[in-house]
């Protein structure tokens, strides 16, 4: 079946350091990656996503990139600040054979980020 | 636009009984899905539902049932309350669109405390 392993936390970093929270998936079909962040108390909220091979998705300082032949989606941002202390959660999604809106989740990964 | 709603909030319920939440997708939204949240297990999927139809349905036992109205508003029930089944559950909605993944909204999820 469809499985990602991302990166045991807890991270803790500084204000403006660099982040790396890495994916990788095994997948079934060609799988659609996401990148989910649940902030306390809240649900989850998408935070960037890619649809297919080499794809680089982005949003508010991070970027994340489909690599199929590592079959990695790893987390990046150059310089975090306090607000993005969260819980960062790895996603993949197979379009088709009735699985179109099943994502299967990473563990997660609590993220705090330190002033 | 109102986002995903969901009720109640926080639910304390005893071994045995049975509890029912309740989800409201964003409007023109026809799917809704259900994840179960713990720390032991993270996110798994429980099932997903389009025009009142379930598509697709996680690893649960019976005890996890579900429906959809006609409203696309959607219920989930569990049965015999067992203590494992404290978690939040997240409801997320979507649009539906042949062979494309479309984005799921979650709402902000129910914590269920079974004693």
């Known amino acids: 079946g469809d499985s990602v392993t991302q990166m045991e936390g807890p991270v803790t970093l500084s204000e403006e350091a660099f982040l790396t929270i890495n994916c990788t998936y095994t997948?079934?079909?060609?799988?659609?990656l996401f990148w989910y962040v649940q902030y306390p108390g809240e649900g989850l909220q998408l935070l960037l996503k890619?649809?297919?091979?080499?794809d680089k998705g982005s949003n508010k300082g991070f970027e994340a990139t489909y690599r199929k032949e590592t079959t990695s989606f790893h987390l990046e941002k150059g310089s975090v600040q306090v607000s993005d202390s969260a819980v960062y959660f790895c996603?993949?999604?197979?379009?088709?054979?009735?699985?179109?809106?099943?994502?299967?989740f990473g563990k997660g990964t609590l993220l705090t980020v330190n002033p | 636009k109102a986002g995903v709603t969901q009720t109640p909030r926080y639910l304390i319920k005893t071994r045995g009984q049975q509890v029912t939440l309740s989800c409201s997708p964003i409007?023109?939204?026809?799917?809704v899905s259900w994840y179960q949240q713990t720390p032991g297990q993270g996110l798994q999927f429980l099932f997903e539902?389009?025009?009142?139809?379930?598509?697709n349905k996680g690893n649960f036992p019976g005890r996890f049932s579900g429906r959809q109205f006609s409203n696309s508003r959607s219920e989930m029930n569990v049965s015999t309350l067992e203590l494992g089944d404290s978690a939040l559950y997240l409801c997320?909605?979507?649009?539906?669109?042949?062979?494309?993944?479309?984005?799921?909204?979650f709402g902000p999820g129910t914590r269920l405390t079974v004693l």
């Open positions: 997320a909605s979507s649009l539906v669109s042949a062979g494309v993944y479309n984005e799921q909204f």
């Open positions: 997948a079934t079909g060609y799988p659609s």
């Open positions: 890619a649809t297919k091979a080499d």
């Open positions: 996603a993949l999604s197979v379009i088709g054979g009735g699985s179109n809106y099943k994502l299967t």
């Open positions: 409007s023109g939204h026809r799917s």
């Open positions: 539902y389009f025009s009142e139809t379930q598509r």
